[in-house]
C-alpha cells in the first residue's frame, strides 16, 4: 500500500470485496491458527477467526508500515507534544516506569516528582492500612470517598471491581460520580463523618460533577459539626490546581500531583490510581505498573508483525474502513472484568472518535467504533442473538483468564467452555442444510422442519479475536490495560488524528450553564422550542412537588 491513508482505505475497501469464508479457510490450512496467534506478557491474542487472508494481512502489515505509528510512537517517548492542539506531551507511560532517575521534561525533572507522589500516596495508604490514620473524634478512619469523573473515575473504578481477589484495605471504598444526587446521598447513608476520607479528584478542581459533589459531602461534615480544621484533616486532593483545592478548604500537603502531560484517561498510573492501590496493597499495585511496563517494552521493541497492539490496530481499521463496520463488542468472560467495555468505551471513543486530522482539516473516513459489551455469560442471553443473526457485523473482543481465584472450578470450565463455543459459533455458524437436518433429527416432519429451519440459520463468518491471561492479576490487568492503550494509540497514528484532546465534551458543558440558569429561575427561557418546552415542564415538576 502507498500513498495517503484515503488511496490506503479504497485499497482496503477492494480487498474486503474479496469473499473470504473462515468456515473454509479453517478446513483448508491446518496452521492456520498458528500462523493467526501472537503472545506478549503472558497473553495470548488468537485472532485467527479474523475475515484476513494472507493477502489481506499482508496490505495491513503493509498499511502498518506506511503509516505514522512508528514516528508518533518515537515522538512520544521523547517528550514531544503530540497532544497538538493542546500543546502538551503524551507520557502517561513513564508512570509505569520502575526507573525514572532524570527523567527530564521541558527542563524539570519530572522522575524526581513522579517519586515523590509515589512515595507519599504509599505513605497514606500504608497508615490508613495500619488504622493510624484518625478522624477528629479519635477514631481511625473506616470509609474514604473517592469524588471524580471521566477519567478520575472510570479507571480506577474498573480496576478495583476487577482485582476484588486481591482486596486487603481495612478502609471501605466508595466512588462518587455522577452529578446525580443520589448518588452522593446514598453513599453518605450509613457513613460518619468522623471516620470518613474524602479524597477530590479533578485536574483542574473545578470540574462541575466532581465540585458539586465535594461541596455536598463538605456540608455534610460541616452539618455534623466538622469546623474548618476537621474538614481539612478529612479531605484531600488529586489536583493541579492547588489554589482552587486550597481555597475548597483542602491543605497543600493533602493534595497529590497532576500533571499536563498525563491525559484523564490514561491517568489510574498516577495518584488517580489511589483507591486501586488502597485496596490490594502498594506491593500489588507496584504489579500492575510493572505489566503495563512490560507491554510498553513489547510495543516498543516487537516488529509489528509480532506486536499485539499493533495487531488488534490493524484488524479495528481493516473492519472500520474495510469493510464499513460501526461497532465493536467487547465480552469479558470475567465476572471482575465486567466494568471494562464501560472503561474502554472512554478510552477509544473519546481519544479517536474525531473527524478531522492532526491539522484540523475534516476526515473523508469513519474513525473510531462504538464500544460496547458485558460480562459472559450474560450478553448470551440478551445481545448475542443480534451478533449471531442480524445482518449487522459486529467484530467482538471474547477476554478469558485462564486460571481463576474461587474454589468453583467446574464453572469455570463451564464457563470457558462458553468463551470458546460463541468464538466457534460466530466463525462457522449454521447452515440452512444443518439446521434442517437438526430439525428431522428432532422428530419433525420434513414440512415443519422446512418450516423452522431457516429461523436456525446463522450465517457465520462473523470475526472475533480471543485473549487469554494466564490469572486476573495486578501485572495481567495492567499489561491488559496497556494493550488496550496502545491499540488506540496505533489507530490514531493511521487515521492522522489527535488521540489525545476531547473538544466533544466541551460544548455540552457551555450550553448546560444558561440552561441550569433558566432551570432555578436566574436565567431567560429564550432557547429552541423543544429545549425550552423541556425546561417548561421540568420546571412545572418542582413547582408541583414544593
Not at 38 to 66: E, F, M, P, V
Not at 214 to 237: M, N, P, S, V
Request: aromatic share 8%; net charge negative; with cysteine.
Amino acid at each position: 500500500m502507498s500513498g495517503s491513508f484515503t488511496e490506503q482505505r479504497n485499497e482496503l475497501s477492494h480487498l474486503a470485496s474479496e469473499s473470504c469464508h473462515l468456515r473454509q479457510a479453517f478446513k483448508d490450512d491446518a496452521q492456520r491458527a498458528q500462523r493467526y496467534t501472537t503472545r506478549a506478557c503472558g497473553i495470548t491474542l488468537d485472532y485467527a477467526k479474523n475475515l484476513i487472508n494472507d493477502a489481506s494481512w499482508r496490505a495491513l502489515q503493509q498499511l502498518a508500515a506506511n503509516s505514522n505509528i512508528s514516528k508518533l510512537r518515537e515522538q512520544m517517548l521523547q517528550g514531544a507534544a503530540i497532544n497538538n492542539t493542546e500543546q502538551r506531551a503524551v507520557w502517561h507511560t513513564r508512570l509505569r516506569q520502575q526507573d525514572v532517575t532524570g527523567l527530564m521534561l521541558d527542563g524539570e525533572d519530572i522522575g524526581q516528582q513522579i517519586t515523590e507522589c509515589r512515595a507519599r500516596m504509599a505513605a497514606l495508604i500504608d497508615t490508613l492500612h495500619q488504622q493510624q490514620y484518625l478522624g477528629y473524634q479519635g477514631s481511625p478512619i473506616t470509609d474514604l470517598i473517592w469524588v471524580g469523573i471521566g477519567g478520575s473515575l472510570l479507571g480506577p473504578q474498573m480496576a478495583v471491581e476487577a482485582l476484588t481477589p486481591y482486596h486487603c484495605s481495612p478502609v471501605k471504598l466508595h466512588f462518587a460520580g455522577n452529578i446525580d444526587g443520589a448518588v452522593v446521598s446514598d453513599i453518605l447513608n450509613g457513613l460518619h463523618p468522623a471516620t470518613t476520607l474524602v479524597v477530590v479528584a479533578s485536574k483542574s478542581f473545578g470540574t462541575e460533577e466532581t465540585k458539586q459533589n465535594a461541596l455536598a459531602i463538605r456540608q455534610w461534615f460541616t452539618e455534623h459539626g466538622a469546623d474548618k480544621a476537621a474538614i481539612a484533616h478529612h479531605f484531600w486532593a488529586t489536583s493541579s490546581n492547588i489554589a482552587a483545592a486550597a481555597e475548597f478548604g483542602i491543605e497543600q500537603k493533602n493534595i497529590l500531583p497532576m500533571w499536563d502531560w498525563v491525559g484523564g484517561r490514561y491517568s489510574l498510573w498516577s495518584a488517580i490510581g489511589l483507591p486501586i492501590a488502597l485496596m490490594i496493597g502498594n506491593q500489588q499495585f507496584k504489579q500492575l505498573l510493572a505489566g503495563a511496563e512490560a507491554m510498553d517494552q513489547h510495543f516498543f521493541s516487537a516488529p509489528f508483525s509480532e506486536n499485539m497492539p499493533v495487531i488488534m490496530a490493524l484488524l479495528g481499521v481493516w473492519y472500520i474502513n474495510g469493510h464499513g463496520c460501526q461497532a465493536h463488542a467487547l465480552l469479558p468472560y470475567s465476572h471482575y472484568l465486567r466494568l471494562l467495555p464501560s472503561y474502554v468505551q472512554q478510552l477509544d471513543m473519546e481519544s479517536n472518535g474525531k473527524s478531522v486530522n492532526r491539522q484540523g482539516h475534516a476526515l473523508p473516513y469513519a474513525t473510531a467504533p462504538v464500544i460496547w459489551g458485558d460480562a459472559g455469560t450474560n450478553g448470551q442471553h440478551a445481545y448475542h442473538q443480534l451478533l449471531h443473526q442480524s445482518a449487522l457485523a459486529v467484530p467482538a473482543d471474547f477476554i478469558l483468564p485462564l486460571k481463576v481465584k474461587h474454589p468453583l472450578k467446574d464453572q469455570h470450565s463451564r464457563l470457558a467452555a462458553h468463551c470458546f463455543a460463541q468464538t466457534q459459533a460466530l466463525m462457522q455458524g449454521k447452515t440452512l442444510a444443518e439446521a434442517t437436518a437438526e430439525c428431522v433429527a428432532q422428530g419433525m416432519t420434513e414440512q415443519q422442519a422446512a418450516a423452522l429451519a431457516p429461523h436456525k440459520v446463522s450465517p457465520g463468518n462473523k470475526p472475533s479475536n480471543t485473549l487469554l491471561l494466564p490469572e486476573l492479576s495486578p501485572y495481567y490487568l495492567g499489561a491488559l490495560i496497556a494493550l488496550y492503550e496502545h491499540k488506540v494509540f496505533c489507530q490514531g497514528a493511521i487515521w492522522q488524528l489527535n488521540s489525545f484532546d476531547q473538544w466533544g465534551v466541551e460544548l455540552g458543558k457551555q450550553l448546560s450553564g444558561p440552561i441550569y440558569q433558566a432551570l432555578t429561575g436566574n436565567g431567560s427561557n429564550n432557547f429552541d422550542s423543544s429545549t425550552a418546552a423541556l425546561i417548561k415542564q421540568f420546571l412545572a415538576a418542582q413547582n408541583s412537588a414544593s
